[in-house]
């Protein structure tokens, strides 16, 4: 099935894909539009591998870096997320693992998000284990983000510190847990098509609910720092393939939207997309707040054409 899948959807005309990929957002999700936004809150000393990332010790990346930051910073950047519009903020750190104290201490800044702010609260916070994990879903965290990144067979080639069951062994904890999971990957690393299709298909196999697609944004001073960046139209047939799979689930546009879709980002919510960051990544700036609050007008238009 999936070879035939891969046949099939290189052959299909872009147009074509895009339609099918449209009626079922349109009729799995309808106009449900997810904003998130994202705090960087411990950035760079991480001592794993990833090709693709800036924040890694082995790499020569020129980024900030710093430790975990104080409740009270992480607790207002949760307000300006409410405030650009985002109904779900993610607490993002580096490092494949949380200290016992940082776990602590994020937990109490879920507690007071939840309190004081009243938006969904998500983690991105490594390879937890179920116990840390309920300390997290018992202070308020609805959400836990861990990307797969690739897929199985291209993983190794990407990441050698850490093996790809530790990610699948995390999102089921997390689910096991009965937090929601997000997990998505990164597109343009080298990976086949084939890869991209496997990506989606486990995906759907480890039933997460959001599905964030980032393209990657080839940094200065990682292995991946001389990538060829993909093609605005391999981007909206990938985003149309994960629609295609994925029927119901969110998928959104993340990092690199404003690279390679360039003026062309209403086309991936043509194109089967139903949410997108905002606010910003992890260490790359994202188009302004009001720039993307057009868009976001711009493609509830479109949607009710």
């Given amino acids: 099935m999936i070879k035939w899948f891969t046949m099939e959807v290189l052959k ?12 079922i ?15 960087n809150a411990k950035s760079g000393l991480c001592g794993e591998d990833c090709k693709f990332c800036a924040q890694s010790s082995r790499h020569n990346a020129d980024i900030s870096k ?31 693992k949380l200290t016992p104290k ?41 959400r836990y983000h861990h ?13 050698t510190t850490h093996g790809f069951q530790e990610r699948i062994n995390t999102i089921n904890a997390a689910k096991e847990r009965g937090l929601e999971v997000c997990s998505g990957g990164i597109i343009g690393m080298g990976e086949t098509w084939q890869d991209r299709i496997d ?9 997460v609910d959001s599905v964030p697609i980032n393209f990657l944004i080839p940094m200065k001073g990682t292995p991946l720092e001389s990538a060829e960046t993909i093609s605005c139209n391999d981007a909206i047939r990938t985003i149309s393939i994960f629609r295609i799979i994925l029927k119901e689930k969110t998928i959104k546009i993340a990092a690199g939207r404003e690279t390679v879709l360039k003026d062309s980002q209403k086309l991936g919510f043509l194109a089967g ?20 609050q057009e868009l976001i007008r711009e493609i509830k238009r479109v949607w009710t054409e």
């Fill in 66 to 96: 710093y430790p975990l930051k104080g409740k009270n910073e992480i607790v207002r950047a949760a307000e300006t997320a409410k405030d650009i519009g985002a109904g779900r903020f993610g607490i993002v750190t580096s490092g494949n």
């Fill in 102 to 142: 940082e776990l602590d201490e994020i937990a109490g800044a879920v507690r007071d998000i939840k309190r004081d702010v009243g938006i969904a609260v998500c983690g991105s916070l490594g390879a937890l284990k179920k116990d840390e994990l309920a300390v997290l879903k018992d202070a308020g965290l609805s």
């Fill in 12 to 23: 299909t005309s872009l147009t074509e894909l895009m339609a099918q990929a449209h009626k």
């Fill in 147 to 159: 990307n797969i990144e690739t897929s199985p067979n291209f993983y190794s080639k990407i990441v």
């Fill in 273 to 292: 997309a139903n949410g997108m960051l905002i606010g910003g990544y992890l260490t790359v700036k994202g188009r302004d707040v009001e720039a993307d």
């Fill in 199 to 207: 990506i989606a298909n486990l995906l759907m196999d480890l039933d």
């Fill in 25 to 39: 957002r349109k009729e799995s999700i309808g106009e449900k539009l997810e904003l998130c936004s994202i705090i």
